[in-house]
């Protein structure tokens, strides 16, 4: 049984980032909407909202990767509002130069351990020690001497260096090297209880928003400019360029194939427990018949 078939209220949850500000700008004013029902917008960091999905608090919500077999149960992958790293993706970053050897021997501040950050960091070096720490503390923390080295998210992908730490690795670009493939970082999912004729309007809604903000690209990025710590205009533009785009429309096959690839290496690596089962709203098994 659906939970709601005509649940006129859907809680949707995201990160407080210019581009997932400019991917919901349609949504959150109104640009965009669905006859009967109302978006309430929660704006929350990503491992927070990662956690809330394992309750299945948000109808609608931004996740982790990593965090998705552990919710797969009760939510579906939406078939847009991907982020995706073609080439480049979270970091690791240091007070001084350090190899990517040298690296692994070292204690790093990292932002979450549901975050695909994470679970890519640990592809890379398994022995390495970790301790979380809030995303937007990482780089002060590492500045101040309280961890050698920490692995960055979000704007400070683009913002590290005018602090003067050192890239150590770029994740985005050693899975690339590893797999030949984009970095998928996060996505959106629906709660599968909303029921087929509710989720399929929503994907849509969310679909149609980021289209809008990308045709109506100055407006969505002065909407999204609220939201961009530390950016100046040019770039906010940039870092939202990075990772709202034509894939995020549409993850593509190879998109789609990054995915499964990255939660099955995470599963046989023993850092998934269970084993993911990555599936799209419109693939058969993403609804299942009531």
Request: glycine share 8%.
């Amino acid at each position: 049984m659906t939970r709601n078939p005509k649940k006129s209220e859907i809680k949707v949850a995201h990160s407080p980032d210019s581009d997932d500000a400019f991917m919901f700008y349609g949504m959150a004013t109104n640009k965009v909407r669905v006859p009967g029902v109302k978006f309430t917008h929660t704006l929350s960091d990503i491992e927070t909202l990662n956690r809330k999905a394992m309750e299945g608090f948000y109808d609608i919500t931004a996740i982790s990767f990593h965090a998705y077999p552990y919710i797969q149960d009760n939510y579906a992958l939406m078939p847009s509002g991907g982020s995706v790293g073609e080439g480049y993706g979270p970091m690791i970053v240091a007070s001084r130069n350090i190899s990517p050897d040298e690296i692994r021997h070292h204690r790093i501040a990292v932002p979450g351990t549901m975050t695909t950050a994470y679970l890519v960091l640990k592809l890379f070096a398994p022995e390495i020690a970790t301790e979380v720490v809030p995303f937007d503390e990482i780089i002060p923390r590492v500045l101040e001497g309280k961890y050698e080295a920490g692995l960055i998210i979000h704007e400070g992908q683009l913002t590290f260096n005018k602090s003067g730490l050192h890239k150590v690795v770029d994740m985005g670009k050693w899975w690339r090297e590893q797999t030949g493939l984009p970095l998928p970082l996060g996505g959106n999912v629906i709660r599968r209880d909303l029921g087929p004729e509710l989720i399929a309007s929503c994907c849509t809604a969310l679909r149609d928003s980021i289209r809008y903000a990308l045709e109506h690209r100055e407006e969505a990025l002065q909407y999204a400019m609220q939201f961009a710590r530390d950016l100046d205009p040019q770039m906010a533009d940039k870092f939202v360029g990075m990772y709202v785009n034509e894939r995020t429309l549409d993850y593509g096959k190879d998109g789609r194939e990054a995915i499964v690839r990255l939660l099955d290496m995470g599963h046989a690596a023993g850092i998934i427990p269970q084993k993911p089962v990555v599936d799209f709203v419109g693939d058969a098994a993403a609804i299942p018949a009531r």
